[in-house]
């Protein structure tokens, strides 16, 4: 618990005003202790989960830190540089940092793959105090000398433990070989996998180390259920489900951006307003799913794992996992969407005999038995073909997207 205040964290009244403006009045535990650090110019790894206001406890003392005092920017040379693993979660980092920096005059931009670069070039041929980027597109502009690194001070990386899980982590440090060793860094992860470790000793200086990680796993306030349930059966559970109106605003997970589609298809036709957000979707058509479930005019948001750490979207009442993910930690991160500010929420697990082992991994992980509403735990799995492939054959594959040139961005 903390009682501490904005003001007595050091953050200054522009800020402090737009802060006001978005209902925010209490630091979180990781602003609390990260502020003041990052204030003072020390590196810092902070190990946090999602949804614990990390990206004000990096945004407001970098947005300080570039405003005062202020220097103009200079063509292609961000002064501050900003990773994140997707193209969802960067867009959602800049949006934080332009709503939390309204009063100040700092300049900023996003850079991601799926979208043509040509306004992303033209915005760092003006100049930028703060660029937010994902490594491939990041890597494609440094090659195309569109971007020089060698002004940035200040270098953020965020859900670092998701750039080891994506095949990032050597772009990652190709990134930081094109920056000046004479910076002040930050790295922000939810897990500290051996990868994560590494690059922490070779990146950061002497860093202040913020671990406001819970005892549990997961959050306390998610109610987490399990339904045991054949494979063939899932969607007339899920139709079921659906007809409680307590579920007023639902993410269902699935493994497969196929698997993702069929559902969302499924639901439209149930007379459901759902939307599909994975891998294949254009950007634009993403950030259109995201736009019109966060308003509220569609019901159902229907996606794969790429969105798992990439969705801040307060008042989700229900995450679905329609089917287990291979990986027990991408569970920890789907059902992070619900329960978020302080909120309770519920956390929904579809379960085949198949999945039986993946349950397992997650019970495990999680410390605790799912709760039971449906379904024999117990049941025999059900029989594997002989030409069917083992299920987790790719659970860590690291192979990264492609865009339709074949080049590797983040998906």
């Known amino acids: 618990m903390t009682h501490s205040t904005f003001e007595s964290l050091g953050i200054a009244e522009p800020l402090r005003r737009a802060l006001t403006a978005e209902n925010y009045t209490t630091p979180t535990p990781i602003q609390a202790r990260a502020i003041p650090v990052i204030l003072s110019g020390r590196d810092v790894l902070g190990i946090a989960q999602t949804g614990t206001g990390k990206t004000a406890a990096f945004g407001l003392p970098l947005l300080q830190r570039l405003a005062d005092p202020r220097v103009a920017p200079v063509p292609h040379s961000p002064r501050a540089l900003i990773l994140a693993p997707t193209r969802e979660l960067a867009i959602q980092i800049d949006e934080s940092l332009r709503s939390y920096g309204r009063h100040l005059k700092l300049r900023h931009a996003v850079i991601l793959g799926g979208v043509n670069q040509n306004r992303q070039v033209q915005a760092l041929r003006q100049g ?7 490594p491939g597109r990041l890597l ?3 090659a195309q000398k569109h971007v020089r690194l060698n002004a940035v001070t200040t270098l953020i990386i965020d859900e670092a433990d998701r750039m080891f899980d994506m095949g990032f982590i050597r772009d990652v440090r190709r990134i930081v070989s094109h920056l000046p060793r004479q910076r002040q860094s930050m790295l922000f992860s939810a897990t500290m996998p051996g990868e994560v470790a590494h690059l922490v000793a070779e990146i950061l ?3 202040e180390r913020i671990d406001i990680s819970p005892a549990t796993v997961t959050a306390d306030k998610i109610e987490q259920r399990v339904y045991f349930v054949a494979a063939q059966e899932k969607r007339a559970l899920l139709q079921k489900l659906l007809a409680d109106p307590k ?5 269902v997970f699935t493994r497969t951006k196929h698997g993702a589609n069929k559902v969302a298809e499924h639901l439209e036709k149930a007379g459901h307003v759902a939307e599909a957000i994975h891998g294949n979707k254009s950007q634009n058509a993403r ?6 479930f966060r308003a509220g005019r569609a019901r159902i948001l229907v996606a794969t794992d790429i969105a798992a750490r990439g969705i801040d979207i307060d008042d989700v009442s229900h995450v ?6 291979d990986v027990a930690e991408s569970y920890v991160h789907r059902i992070g969407r619900t329960a978020r ?8 697990a579809f379960c085949d005999p198949a999945e039986r082992d993946s349950l397992r991994a997650i ?5 605790q038995p799912l709760t039971a509403m449906g379904g024999d735990r117990n049941a025999p799995p059900a029989p594997r073909s002989e030409k069917q492939e083992p299920r987790n054959k790719h659970a860590r594959s690291h192979q990264r997207p492609r865009d339709n040139r074949g080049r590797a961005y983040a998906a």
């Not at 930028?128 to 994902?134: G, K, N, Q, S, Y």
């Not at 579920?247 to 993410?251: C, G, K, L, Q, S």
């Not at 679905?320 to 993910?325: G, K």
């Open 128 to 134: 930028v105090d703060i660029l937010v980027a994902t």
């Open 140 to 142: 494609d502009l440094v």
């Open 205 to 207: 200086r002497d860093p």
């Open 247 to 251: 579920m007023e605003r639902v993410i």
């Open 287 to 292: 950030q259109r799913a995201l736009e019109l």
């Open 320 to 325: 679905v996992n329609f089917e287990l993910p």
């Open 341 to 348: 500010a302080g909120a309770g929420g519920i956390a929904i």
């Open 363 to 367: 019970e495990r992980l999680v410390k």
